[in-house]
């Protein structure tokens, strides 16, 4: 999915999560584990923001995957679907979804909003 955003969208996304990360420090922990997983196992991170937002992954599912990596990556997104603050999480992938989840990932793990500015697609 090829996604288009302005660097104020995306200036707005990293305020976001900076609030989230001083306002909700362990819900911040939780979803950079979650970011940074799927980085480890080559997921693509719009698999991991279709789970976070409870929508349908689809082509993006990952493919010849173990079944036990596929039931501890989900486990592990459970832990963060039960976290108190989980709306707050959601609400924020949700007004920056035009973003796509890639790059609010990026923006998760601190990439600066500039760097995306005329860059090719992320997955």
């Not at 996304?13 to 420090?25: G, L, M, S």
């Not at 911040?28 to 992954?57: S, W």
């Not at 995957?65 to 486990?75: E, F, H, I, M, P």
Request: aromatic fraction near 14%; glycine fraction near 4%.
């Amino acid at each position: 999915m090829i996604t288009l955003s302005s660097i104020d969208e995306l200036n707005s996304a990293k305020e976001a999560f900076e609030k989230i990360k001083k306002d909700y420090p362990n819900l911040f922990e939780k979803v950079l584990h979650i970011v940074n997983l799927t980085r480890a196992f080559q997921f693509k991170y719009h698999y991991m923001g279709c789970l976070i937002m409870d929508e349908d992954p689809g082509q993006y599912t990952p493919n010849f995957v173990y079944g036990s990596v596929l039931r501890l990556y989900k486990k592990e997104m459970q832990k963060l679907k039960d976290d108190q603050d989980y709306q707050v999480l959601k609400q924020t992938f949700a007004e920056f979804k035009n973003a796509g989840y890639a790059k609010i990932s990026l923006l998760v793990l601190g990439m600066k909003p500039e760097s995306f500015v005329d860059s090719t697609c992320i997955r």
